[in-house]
Structure formats: C-alpha cells, structure tokens
Antibody, heavy 126, light 111 residues
Framework: QVQLVQSGPEVKEPGSSVKISCKAS????????FTWVRQAPGEGLEWMGG????????YFAQKFQGRISITADASTNTIYLQLRGLSSEDTATYYC???????????????????WGQGAQVTVSS | QVVLTQPPSVTGAPGQKVIISCSGI?????????VHWYQQLPRTAPKLLIY???NRPSEIPARFSGSRSVSSASLAIAGLQVEDEADYYC???????????FGGGTKLTVL
C-alpha cells in the first residue's frame, strides 16, 4: 500500500526557511516521480517542482528559482522541500505527491499525481 | 509560460451533466503527457480523476470523462451527484519552460 506521510505543521518568521519532509512507503522510490504542490488559503493549486530520485535533477517553477531546494534521501525513502526567504505569501498547505506512472522515462513523462500526502501547513508570521 | 483558464464556477442539478473547460493548452506539446484533472473536496488533498487527456484510474467512475482538442481540454461529469460538489483543476505541461501548470480551478455546485 502506497503512502506518503508528511511532517507536521510549521510556524516560521518572515525571512526564515522551512524544510518539509515526505516519507514514501509501498513503492520503489528511486525511479518514481515526486512533486511538491502548494495551496494558499482560499486559493488554487500551485506546482512548485519535483524530481525522480535516481536521476537527481530537480525541476522548479520559475517563481521559486533561487530559494527552493528539492532533495531525496534513498536511505530513508524521504523527499524534502526547503523554501528560503519566507514571506506571508508563502503561508499555505504544502503537499507532496507521487506520479501514477511506476517508472517514468523522465519527470514529465507523467500519468498524473495519484498519491498525495496529507499536507503540511506552513504559517509565516511575525 | 502557459496559462490555463478555467471557469471559476459551474452549477448543475442532480442527474444532469456538466462540462468544465480548460483553455490555453500548449498546442505543440504533442500527444504526451496530456492533460490531467483533479477533484478536491473541502479540506482534503486533491484526487486524480483523469490522466493523459481521457484516461481514468480504475477506481474513478465512468461518469467522469475527459477530452482534448488542439488548445483546450474538457472534463465532463454525467449523472451529477451531491457528493461531486468540489473544486476541479486541470494540469498541463509547458514544454518551453519544462514546468507543470495548474488551471485556476472550477468550483462545482450541485443544487
């Protein structure tokens, strides 16, 4: 049974960083495509980026370039999202998700985000 | 960057059929990876409804269907049920920037 279990809620001050984890179970991990999506209160879904652990190269949305990191730890089957330089606009629920395709040729060879974590609430406030 | 436009809201009666559009799809993206659709119930994670334009995961009822033309896609929901009331999002690929893009979402109300 595939599961994605995310770390808990965070409260951060403006200008600080947050690192969210997503532990995967029930899959192969290294060859699967993982994605981070966020949703601000009352707003829509926003793709942040993702990667396939075995390939290593992450892809990011342009608006986050320079302050985002997405990494994978194959020893613990865990994906991490780090976002730096936080502002109130980063207050959102952050979801990790895994592609429906078991062994994609590349990150964008996608059959949709089938598995989702429970979401992690990040609040940025002074 | 590709901008996907969805109607903010649609309304239908139980048993009816509604169609949610998603325009602005990159016309030169070819057949892959196609447009994906998600349903999000209040306070829950999104759920994959349709992938690759028109394919349904096995657990999704056949009354959900997807289609795509050159620069737009549609999600049709037949036999509306009260529990279909949710937000619906399309997702497509921008091959110029190598990024995924979500539509703004459509709120479905079943009256």
């Amino acid at each position: 049974q595939v599961q994605l279990v995310q770390s808990g809620p965070e409260v951060k001050e403006p200008g600080s960083s947050v690192k969210i984890s997503c532990k995967a179970s029930g899959g192969t991990f290294r060859t699967e495509a993982f994605t981070w999506v966020r949703q601000a209160p009352g707003e829509g879904l926003e793709w942040m980026g993702g990667l396939i652990p075995v390939f290593g190269t992450p892809y990011f949305a342009q608006k986050f370039q320079g302050r985002i990191s997405i990494t994978a730890d194959a020893s613990t089957n865990t994906i991490y999202l780090q976002l730096r330089g936080l502002s109130s606009e980063d207050t959102a629920t952050y979801y990790c998700a895994k592609d429906h395709r078991v062994k994609p040729m590349n990150y964008f060879d996608s059959a949709g985000l089938f598995y989702w974590g429970q979401g992690a609430q990040v609040t940025v406030s002074s | 960057q590709v901008v996907l436009t969805q109607p903010p809201s649609v309304t239908g009666a139980p048993g009816q059929k509604v169609i949610i559009s998603c325009s602005g799809i990159q016309s030169n993206m070819g057949a892959l990876p196609g447009v994906h659709w998600y349903q999000q119930l209040p306070r829950t994670a999104p759920k994959l409804l349709i992938y690759g334009d028109s394919n349904r995961p096995s657990e999704i009822p056949a009354r959900f269907s997807g289609s795509r033309s050159v620069s737009s896609a549609s999600l049709a929901i037949a036999g509306l049920q009260v529990e279909d009331e949710a937000d619906y999002y399309c997702q497509s690929f921008d091959s110029n920037l190598n990024v995924w893009v979500f539509g703004g979402g459509t709120k479905l109300t079943v009256l």
